[in-house]
């Protein structure tokens, strides 16, 4: 069985600062966003989350019960929607040399995504070949 991910819908009060004070919680209780849908009706904010633990195990009821605590001292509203429990399978990526993703693509497999964190590195370890 792949870990399980939760989806939650999530209402506010419109301000500066609500997605950061939000995931703030989620990463202290060991949850991570994987995908989000955010829009705004007027001044409220709406959005459905789709979020997973950082270790890749199933986002357990207890967790998802402290972060709506969490969150309601601050005035958001999260409730884990009915429609999509345990959404999305986690899956885990990695990141291909640019000839093994070259190779890949030629015999049809599709490339797989690269994550914010694996860009970054890349990026830094080109930036720290430069200096020497």
Not at 70 to 91: F, N, T, Y
Not at 106 to 123: D, F, K, M
Request: glycine share 8%; net charge positive; aromatic share 4%.
């Amino acid at each position: 069985m792949l870990p399980q991910g939760a989806k939650v819908e999530v209402r506010a009060a419109d301000r500066s600062g609500l997605l950061s004070d939000f995931t703030r919680m989620l990463r202290e209780h060991g949850l991570s966003l994987l995908r989000m849908e955010l829009k705004r009706h007027k001044d409220e904010a709406i959005g459905t989350f789709y979020i997973v633990t950082d270790s890749g195990c199933e986002v357990r009821a207890e967790a998802l019960h402290a972060v709506r605590t969490r969150v309601a001292e601050i005035g958001i509203s999260l409730e884990v929607a009915k429609d999509a429990p345990g959404w999305p399978p986690v899956r885990k990526t990695s990141v291909l040399a640019p000839s093994e993703a070259a190779a890949a693509v030629e015999q049809g497999h599709e490339r797989p995504r690269s994550s914010l964190g694996s860009l970054l590195w890349s990026h830094l370890g080109k930036l720290s070949n430069n200096f020497g």
